[in-house]
């Protein structure tokens, strides 16, 4: 079994910054592939940036340039620092990690209001 617990959201006006925390446990050496979706009311849940199972990164093209995904592995945390925020980016932000037999595992999500 592995945990996710995500932290760090809030409210934030247009043109701020957020960094949303991640913190795994449990059995986090199964786990291939981390990262980040949201999900937007009445929307579905959309993948916003991931580790790829190569080490590389991958960033949905709408945050591009705004939104950089990190790790910390000594702390079993993956990060999501997100700059010039936009009202579109309001939505719950959930934390995703695949494992090696392609289990989904979520984190409870955490809410991004970006409003003036």
């Known amino acids: 079994q592995v945990q996710l617990v995500e932290s760090g959201g809030g409210l934030v006006q247009p043109g701020g910054s957020l960094r949303l925390s991640c913190a795994a446990s449990?059995?986090?050496?199964?786990?291939?592939?981390i990262g980040w979706y949201r999900q937007a009311p009445g929307k579905q849940r959309d993948l916003v940036a991931t580790?790829?199972?190569?080490?590389?990164?991958h960033y949905a093209d709408s945050v591009k340039g705004r939104f950089t995904i990190s790790r910390d592995n000594a702390k079993n945390t993956v990060y999501l620092q997100m700059n010039s925020l936009k009202p579109e980016d309001t939505a719950v932000y959930y934390c995703?990690?695949?494992?090696?037999?392609?289990?989904?595992?979520w984190g409870q999500g955490t809410q991004v209001t970006v409003s003036s």
């Open positions: 449990g059995s986090i050496f199964t786990i291939v592939i």
């Open positions: 995703h990690g695949l494992s090696r037999t392609n289990r989904d595992y």
């Open positions: 580790f790829t199972g190569g080490g590389g990164t």
